[in-house]
C-alpha cells in the first residue's frame, strides 16, 4: 500500500475560506497527511492552525524560504512531497516556482500567476523538472461535467456551433457600496489581484470550462468591461465574446455584482444536433435536449456514465455531491500523478489550463483597453 502523500500548505490559515476547503478535500481521498505550511504573514496568527488541524507547531513556518530551507534538511520520508499555493494571485508565481526548483510537487489556486510570461515560465519549470502541477479549477472535479466533455466527444451533439458560459456573484455590492470596507478586499487591487478582479476571480472559471467541455480551444475575444463604482479600478462586470478554433462564436459572462446571487455558474454546448447544459448550484444533473426527441437527464452514479464520471463519484446515486467533494477529485487525480499512475484524459487540470487561463484574462484586458477590439490568444 503506498504510503500517503506528506502536504503542506502556503496561505489559508485562520479566517481562510479556501484553505480549509482544500484541506478537506485532500483528507477525504485519504492519499495525504497534512504535516505543516506558511499559514498567515502574522506568525502567531499562523500558529493557530496546529490546534485546529492537529499539526505539530514546528512544522509551522514564518515564510516559504525558511519551511522549503527545513523541510529539505529533514529526511526524504519525514519531508513534505507537495504544497498547495492557497494565497492572494500575487503570490503565485514566486511561490510555485521556489517550490518546483526544489522539487516538491504543487497544487495551485487559479489563476495560476498574474501575467502570461510568469505562466509561461512556470510551465516551462514543469516540462522540465517533470514534476506534477495541479490547477484547482473546482468545476472540473464534478462527475457530470466530466460527463459532459465526454458525451461531447463521441459526437452526440453534432457540429459545435454555440458555447456559452456565465458565471454571476453578487457578493461584492455590499463592499462597494458600504464606504471604504472596500479596501479590504485584495481583490479590487491590481498589486493583489493582477489585471483583472471579476474576469481573474471567477470569469476564467467560465473560460475554463468552455474549452474544457468543448474540446474547442478559443481563438480570440471582445471583451467589454465595467468597473462599476469610481473608487475601484479593476473590473466588477465584464462580458466577453469568444470565437474559437472551429469558427463557431461563444460568450463568457461574469459579474460579482449580480445582487441575490450566490454562485450562478452555468455552461451550455450548442450543437447541430442536439446540446447540453450544466448548473452548478444543481451540480448532479446534465441535461442532454435536442429538437426531436425528449430531453435526458444524465445523474452521478449511473453505470450508464463513462469511465472517468464513474470514478468521480463517491457516494451511490442519490446522494448529492458538490464542492468538497469536487475539489477531492482533483486531489485525487494530483496524488495518482505524483505516484505516476495512469490518468484518464481530462481528469488533472494543469500548466496549460494555466497559460491558457491567463491568456484569457490578459486578452480580454487587451480588448478593452484598445477600444473593445477582437485581440488573438
Known amino acids: 500500500m ?12 485562520p479566517g481562510s475560506f479556501i484553505g480549509p476547503v482544500h484541506r478537506k478535500a485532500a483528507r477525504m481521498t485519504n492519499d495525504y497527511e497534512f504535516v505543516g505550511g506558511v499559514f498567515s504573514a ?4 499562523a500558529k493557530q492552525v496546529a490546534d485546529s488541524d492537529h499539526i505539530d507547531v514546528n512544522r509551522i513556518y514564518p515564510d516559504l524560504n525558511t519551511m522549503i530551507r527545513t523541510e529539505l534538511a529533514l529526511p526524504a520520508e519525514e519531508r513534505m ?15 510555485a516556482q521556489k517550490l518546483l526548483m526544489n522539487g516538491f510537487h504543487v497544487i495551485c489556486d487559479k489563476p495560476v500567476t498574474t501575467t502570461v510570461p510568469e505562466a509561461l515560465e512556470l510551465k516551462r519549470l514543469v516540462d522540465e523538472t517533470g514534476l506534477t502541477f495541479c490547477l484547482t479549477h473546482t468545476y472540473l472535479g464534478y462527475p457530470m461535467v466530466r460527463q459532459m466533455r465526454e458525451l461531447v ?3 452526440v451533439l453534432g457540429e459545435i456551433q454555440r458555447v456559452d458560459a456565465q458565471y454571476y456573484q453578487g457578493w461584492v455590492n455590499p463592499l462597494i457600496h458600504g464606504g471604504e470596507s472596500h479596501l479590504s478586499a485584495w481583490r479590487f487591487d491590481s498589486k ?3 489585471a483583472s478582479s471579476c474576469l481573474g476571480d471567477i470569469g476564467v472559471h467560465a473560460f475554463n470550462l468552455i474549452e474544457y467541455a468543448s474540446g474547442l480551444k478559443c481563438t480570440q475575444v471582445l471583451a467589454d468591461m465595467n468597473h462599476v463604482v469610481n473608487h475601484v479600478d479593476l473590473d466588477l462586470d465584464a462580458t466577453v465574446l469568444l470565437r474559437m478554433d472551429n469558427n463557431c462564436l461563444g460568450l463568457v459572462r461574469a459579474s460579482q455584482v449580480a445582487a441575490g446571487e450566490e454562485n450562478d455558474l452555468k455552461i451550455g454546448i450548442y450543437g447541430s444536433k442536439a446540446s447540453l447544459k450544466w448548473d452548478q448550484e444543481n451540480p448532479n444533473y446534465l441535461y442532454l435536449i435536442s429538437d426531436d426527441e425528449p430531453n435526458k437527464v444524465y445523474r452521478p452514479a449511473h453505470a450508464y456514465n463513462t469511465e472517468i464520471a464513474a470514478i468521480s463519484s463517491g457516494l451511490p446515486c442519490g446522494h448529492p455531491e458538490g464542492l468538497h467533494e469536487a475539489f477531492a477529485n482533483l486531489y ?15 481528469e488533472l487540470p494543469g500548466i496549460v489550463d494555466g497559460v491558457r487561463g491567463m491568456q484569457f484574462i490578459e486578452g480580454a484586458v487587451n480588448s478593452f483597453k484598445k477600444g473593445n477590439t477582437w485581440v488573438k490568444l
Not at 42 to 45: A, G, L, P, Q
Open 2 to 13: 503506498n504510503k500517503r502523500i506528506k502536504l503542506g500548505m502556503i496561505g489559508g490559515g
Open 42 to 45: 502574522d506568525f502567531e496568527k
Open 81 to 95: 512531497q507537495a504544497v498547495s499555493i492557497v494565497t492572494p494571485n500575487y503570490i503565485h508565481f514566486e511561490a
Open 153 to 155: 466527444k463521441t459526437g
Open 192 to 194: 493583489y489581484a493582477g
Open 332 to 346: 485525487a487525480a494530483s496524488a495518482k500523478s505524483i505516484r505516476g499512475e495512469e490518468l484518464k484524459d481530462g
